[in-house]
């Protein structure tokens, strides 16, 4: 059986996780990325990265797979907001 520690850590990690998952949808839902800081993005994609290496040096699952799936979900907002947020080429 996991240890509480690790179940802890899942649980957290899920709740952060599905906490993007609004954010992700209305981007997607209003072909816009208005709003959102595309700095920002970077940034959180640059952590979640060092949160992952973190996990893979103290062999942490919770840590990895969880971290894992919200850089996934930052990477598509970065992607919806080059595609979405461009403007129209002038003919």
Do not use: H
Request: glycine letters at 8%; proline letters at 3%; aromatic letters at 10%.
């Amino acid at each position: 059986m996991y240890k509480l520690t690790t179940i802890v850590g899942f649980i957290a990690g899920l709740v952060t996780t599905a906490a993007n998952l609004p954010q992700v949808w209305k981007t997607y839902r209003n072909k816009s990325g208005e709003g959102l800081s595309f700095r920002m993005l970077l940034a959180l994609a640059f952590g979640l990265g060092l949160w992952i290496v973190y996990g893979i040096m103290i062999k942490s699952l919770p840590l990895i797979a969880t971290n894992a799936v919200v850089f996934l979900l930052i990477l598509l907002l970065i992607g919806m907001k080059l595609k979405f947020d461009r403007a129209p080429a002038k003919d």
